[in-house]
């Protein structure tokens, strides 16, 4: 019971870790608070994968009654360490990634074009904005022919639960 006990607190300990040093490197100000554009970044840095709405729902569990524009360090690590021990929004396994592309590549060409990829992020569900766009191509598409090969894509994009 002794060593479970130990290996917990050692973990709580690596979690609460990596929180901080994510949480530090956008605190500019060195003032234990970061910008509330940045919550994004951090939880994802931290290989969590919330949709927009949840990303929203933790701001709101977490800002100021009082928007002030920024998130303090003190409310930030107990609710990103209870997400972190919970294991919740985890990323989407590689064969689930795979279905979802393989669902828009209705020709089964093996790629999808940027002008395809465009219209369904931005026509379809929780659109993305101009530059989330951006930052997908310049990520996805494959400098020599100019498309998505998404099988590519995706062994870069699919993260290892481990």
């Known amino acids: 019971m002794g060593e479970e006990k130990e290996s917990a607190e050692s973990m709580l ?3 609460e870790k990596k929180i901080t040093d994510s949480f530090e ?25 919330p949709s927009e709405g949840e990303l929203h729902d933790m701001l709101a569990e977490i800002e100021e009654e009082e928007p ?4 303090r360090f003190e409310k930030f690590l107990p609710m990103m ?4 021990m919970e294991r919740r929004y985890k990323p989407a396994p590689e064969d689930q990634l795979l279905k979802a592309f393989e669902v828009l590549d209705t020709e089964r ?6 002008e395809e990829v465009t219209k369904f992020m931005i026509e379809e569900g929780e659109p993305f904005t101009q530059e989330e766009l951006d930052e997908f191509l310049s990520a996805a598409v494959d400098p020599d022919r100019g498309v998505v090969l998404y099988k590519d894509y995706i062994s870069v994009m699919a993260v290892d639960d481990s």
């Open 25 to 49: 490197i956008f605190d500019h100000e060195s003032n234990k608070t970061v910008d509330v554009r940045e919550i994004g970044t951090i939880v994802r840095s931290l290989g969590c994968c």
């Open 109 to 114: 060409k093996g790629f999808l074009s940027q």
């Open 81 to 84: 360490t209870h997400i972190l």
């Open 68 to 71: 002030t524009g920024y998130i």
């Open 13 to 15: 300990a690596e979690i």
